[in-house]
Nanobody, 111 residues
Framework: QVQLVESGGGLVQAGGSLRLSCAAS?????MGWFRQAPGKQRELVAT???????NYANSVKGRFTISRDSAKNTVYLQMNSLKPEDTAVYYC????????WGQGTQVTVSS
């Protein structure tokens, strides 16, 4: 059983930046971030493989950067040029035979 622990959410003004972190309690394969806004379905934000290949939602390309420190089993999401529509609960995701989820961290972007 792998646990994912997120940190780094908060309140920021539009145009600002935040950095999310997620530490896995053990070895894990691909990792990433999803988000869920009120009244909407959970959606993919970005993923990164063990080898470092990345994938982004079109809505965040050029603004968000995902990275990982494999030695620390940690994934990061650097979020720049934040917009009010980025407001959501952000969930860390990881996979090792099955899907694992973090508890979620709130990101609120004020206009």
């Amino acid at each position: 059983q792998v646990q994912l622990v997120e940190s780094g959410g908060g309140l920021v003004q539009a145009g600002g930046s935040l950095r999310l972190s997620c530490a896995a309690s053990g070895n894990i394969g691909p990792m990433g971030w999803f988000r869920q806004a009120p009244g909407k379905q959970r959606e993919l934000v970005a993923t990164i493989t063990s080898g470092g290949s990345t994938n982004y939602a079109n809505s965040v390309k050029g603004r968000f950067t995902i990275s990982r420190d494999s030695a620390k089993n940690t994934v990061y999401l650097q979020m720049n040029s934040l917009k009010p529509e980025d407001t959501a609960v952000y969930y860390c995701w990881g996979m090792l035979s099955i899907n694992y989820w973090g508890q979620g961290t709130q990101v609120t972007v004020s206009s």
